[in-house]
């Protein structure tokens, strides 16, 4: 059974960082892209970031980018998101999540097939 369990999570106040971090058991995936999605109350899951295996393409939604950074551990089966400047608007549930894609870093929820259960971050302005 394929699991990944994020923590990490947190309340804070705008301009603060926080790092998540995820780390999957039951299968590997040294070879294939891992991602970070967020739901934020009344709204659908949307993207964060995503890093492929190799660490040679990553992708951000254009609202994180610059400040937050996705980073992978492929020996400890793990993946990170260190968060910096944080503004209220990042409040939200974050989902880590794993793709069988062995290429790239997808940016599609459909690309993905495991699902962490997420963790809860609130930003105070």
């Known amino acids: 059974q394929v699991q990944l369990v994020e923590s990490g999570g947190g309340l804070v106040q705008a301009g603060d960082s926080l790092r998540l971090s995820c780390v999957a058991s039951g299968r590997t995936f040294s070879r294939s892209g891992m991602g970070w999605f967020r739901q934020a109350p009344g709204k659908g899951r949307e993207f964060v970031a995503a890093?492929?295996?190799?660490?040679?393409?990553?992708a951000y939604a254009d609202s994180v980018k610059g400040r937050f950074t996705i980073s992978r551990d492929n020996t400890k089966n793990t993946v990170d998101l260190q968060m910096n400047s944080l503004k209220s608007e990042d409040t939200a549930v974050y989902y880590c999540?794993?793709?069988?894609?062995?290429?790239?870093?997808?940016?599609?929820?459909?690309?993905?097939?495991?699902w962490g259960q997420g963790t809860q971050v609130t930003v105070s302005s």
């Open positions: 999540a794993g793709t069988t894609a062995t290429r790239g870093a997808p940016s599609l929820e459909a690309s993905y097939v495991y």
């Open positions: 890093r492929s295996w190799t660490g040679g393409s990553t």
